[in-house]
């Protein structure tokens, strides 16, 4: 089913309660004219690219048609791709989101295993019982169970 809704938006705001949080671009179909150039500065990201694409243009959200399997060898998972889409994301998403992203780069290092790191970002990151519970865990030697049993990566 879908729904016409601002992906452009979404992506500018990144409001977790839209969509059910969840904002996945797995193809996009444009007619070849006015189309912008791929992020060209870190030669990976597409945050930015798709923020140019889906600004002035409508975009439908469909239901999920693909489940995506996380593992260690996903780009998401790499230190220098998480490293360049956090800074990219500081320069394109509203300040008010900024606490989101704090948010998303501690559970990275949470879930790589980088305590110290974690507990800094969560510190600044949105304070809820969630982020709470990962901070007091992170003192803890539980954080693989932890990684295992939920999904702290979103």
Not at 9 to 26: E, H, T
Not at 35 to 61: A, N, Q, S
Not at 83 to 112: C, D, G, W
Request: glycine letters at 2%; hydrophobic letters at 35%; one cysteine or more.
């Amino acid at each position: 089913m879908a729904r016409n809704l601002s992906v452009h938006d979404q992506l500018l705001n990144w409001r977790k309660d839209l969509i059910d949080g969840k904002l996945c671009i797995s193809s996009v179909l444009l007619p070849n004219k006015n189309i912008p150039l791929f992020e060209e500065d870190y030669g990976f990201l597409d945050y930015d690219w798709f923020l140019k694409v889906t600004k002035d243009r409508k975009c439908i959200f469909t239901e999920p048609t693909v489940i995506r399997y996380v593992n260690e060898n996903n780009l998401s998972r790499n230190p220098r791709y998480r490293s360049a889409e956090f800074i990219m994301n500081l320069y394109h998403v509203n300040p008010s989101a900024f606490k989101r992203l704090y948010s998303t780069q501690a559970r990275y290092f949470y879930s790589i295993g980088d305590m110290d790191r974690a507990r800094f970002w969560f510190k600044r990151g949105n304070i809820n019982l969630k982020t709470i519970m990962y901070y007091i865990t992170s003192y803890l030697p539980i954080s693989k169970y932890i990684c295992k049993k939920f999904r702290v990566m979103t």
